[in-house]
């Protein structure tokens, strides 16, 4: 099975910078969304990537997969937390992290934040394969908030963890995810699920037979639904 990535970034229509970073390369496939003060974001999210690039090759087996991506978040927090500690313009910068690492035809994928990774599979509705961390949907897992209250909810994009933020966050390693011809997995910061619904996500996914149309599609409509944040997607299509 063949594996293509595609990807494209925006800084979207209000924010100054742009405080997302990404890699796509051949086996490694990445999103992350910095948080802090001036350009603190950026170095944060940067220093993330930066580090979690480094698995950028074939690992052995599914298992070593998940073995080397929970010790390339556990690098990629540390460094985020020593870049944080360098300078006093860094402090309490944090990032989310979404990657995903291939072996075969076989998908690992670890997640820390509210940046997201999503599975379009056979014509089925779009399906979140990670949960945000954040107090909101936190809640929402509590049954203590219903999904439509959270959508609205002012402080929807509270984080409870993040790269950087403490010495062991919180890392959900997904059971890797046998790939099928077809499939279309999607890495991306919340500039674009926070303006742009699932329905529609898929919907351009869907009706866009080239990555980087699609990729750029995705784009065009978080800004045309306002663009209130930075916005980043990674596409990985199989076939």
Known sequence: MHVS???ATDRGRFREGNEDAHYCGTTLFAVADGLGGHRAGEIASDTAIEVIAKLDQPPPDPDEARHALAEAFEAANRAVI???ASDPAYAGMATTLTAALLHQDQLT???VGDSRAYLLRDGEPLRQLTSDHTVVAQLVRQQRLSPEEAAVHPFRS?????V???PEPQVDLLRPLD???GDQILLCSDGLTEPVTDEAIAELLITNDDGDAACRAL??????AG????ITVVLLRAD
Not at 158 to 162: D, G, N, P, R
Not at 219 to 224: E, F, H, R
Not at 227 to 230: I, L, R, S, Y
Request: no cysteine; glycine share 14%; aromatic share 4%.
């Open 5 to 7: 990535g595609f990807a």
């Open 82 to 84: 020593e870049k944080g």
């Open 109 to 111: 994928i670890a997640h």
């Open 158 to 162: 509270v984080l409870i963890t993040a």
């Open 164 to 166: 950087g933020l403490e």
């Open 179 to 181: 790939l099928r011809p």
């Open 219 to 224: 784009i065009d409509a978080a800004n045309q």
């Open 227 to 230: 663009g209130p944040d930075n």
